[in-house]
């Protein structure tokens, strides 16, 4: 083989990794570059390249807080995963570091990529989520009416920080770049307020004609008062506009509370549960552990 180069991806490249991500068997499920506004949105988004060949590429985007999600990561089909691994990830793991980003995660069921990850680049399982999909566009209840349902402004931001901290293992918190992220990129983000004061919010995605509930959340003040209800109510109405056929979502295999809310919405579970791993990075120059 060729020597091979690693470099970060530039505008010229997507072709190449769409066309990889179509056809190769092993590319990471949560790679989401099909729309052109999220191109090149993460970083690092490193490739690896041999003889003018695309061989792989991993790409990793600001998660919650200090913590990156590894978002995307592919690789031709006669590639090792060992080598393409050895290649791409300790690179990865330095430009993280140098962002203080202190751990990176990885959500997903790909057996490939969660084996080395575990037995040999020192990441371990946090939790496990599991995916629900509702097929019709029913609201079964709405919620607590007296709840106004907004669009989200910046100067949320910290009251969404505040929210998230009060209702999350440090895991799954956002950080304010975060939600200015999601506020630029996402079709739909909502706060809900009570007598003017922000009690939770909800923002989702749309990939063709599936949306998805990426975040549900309600200050543990208010919980069970029909926030949730309200919030999810409201943005089944925001995908009947469209041209929805499915809402999908994600949620904690031990979140016994947000499970029974969806199964009165018509959720259902469906697949594999996905794995949850995390590897602290503590600034230096990581290597893999059997090197």
Same mark, same amino acid.
């Given at each position: 083989m060729d020597s091979i180069t690693v470099r970060e991806a530039t505008v010229a490249d997507r072709p190449a990794v769409m066309r990889l991500a179509r056809q190769a068997a092993r590319v990471h499920s949560r790679l989401e570059i099909g729309n052109g506004s999220d191109w090149l949105d993460g970083y690092p988004f490193l490739l *690896?390249? *041999?003889?003018?060949?695309? @061989?792989?590429?991993? @790409?990793?985007?600001?998660?919650?807080?200090?913590? *990156? @999600? @590894?978002?995307g990561v592919g690789l031709v089909d006669d590639w090792p995963i060992k080598v393409c691994l050895e290649t791409l990830l300790p690179p990865t793991l330095d430009r993280l570091c140098s962002q203080e980003v202190t751990s990176l995660i990885y959500i997903g069921n790909d057996r490939w990529l969660t084996d080395p990850l575990l037995r040999v680049w020192g990441f371990s399982v946090r939790n496990s989520v599991v995916t629900y999909t509702k097929r019709d566009l029913s609201i079964p209840a709405w919620g607590n009416r007296r709840v106004r349902v907004r669009p989200v402004h910046p100067d949320d931001f910290p009251a969404l920080v505040a929210l998230d901290e009060a209702a999350f293992d440090p895991l799954w918190r956002n950080a304010s770049q975060t939600f200015a992220h999601v506020l630029k990129s996402r079709p739909y983000f909502v706060v809900a307020e009570l007598g003017g004061q922000v009690v939770g919010y909800l923002f989702s995605s749309l990939q063709g004609e599936t949306g998805h509930l990426s975040r549900v959340a309600v200050h543990p003040d208010h919980q069970g008062c029909g926030i949730g209800t309200r919030l999810v109510a409201e943005a089944i109405e925001f995908f009947r506009a469209g041209e929805v056929k499915a809402i999908t979502l994600n949620t904690q295999k031990d979140n016994a509370a947000s499970q029974c809310l969806y199964r009165r919405f018509g959720f259902r579970p469906v697949g594999e549960e996905a794995l949850v791993l995390e590897r602290g990075l503590r600034g230096e120059r990581v290597e893999c552990l059997d090197s």
């Open positions: *690896a390249v *041999a003889g003018g060949r695309l @061989l792989g590429f991993i @790409l990793c985007t600001m998660y919650h807080s200090h913590r *990156a @999600l @590894l978002r």
